[in-house]
């Protein structure tokens, strides 16, 4: 079974089951409302994987999370980049490690 990690700001972070193959966003309204999901691809672990979010976090000022943030720099940084001034991401975070979206 993959696994979720959910990163919620202030909070600790908190690792629970989810499927290997997702097809909806539903078990994400818990953490983030319907309509609000954006879906990144991020570097964790040296593999790429899904990251769940709120698409408008900054814009309804939701509080910076930064264990996601960094998360969402990782790839940027393992080519030589600088993240100054790259985006963040802002409120509650979900990283699904070996899950499939269909």
Known sequence: MAKMIVMIPG????TRDC?????????????????????VIVLHEGKRQNMFVHEEGALVGLPENPAATEIYHAATKARGHSTAGAPKIYGPALLCVGAVLQ
């Open 19 to 39: 499927p290997d193959v997702l097809r909806s966003f539903d078990i994400f309204h818990e953490w983030l409302p319907v309509g609000y999901v954006e879906r």
């Open 11 to 14: 909070e600790p972070t908190t």
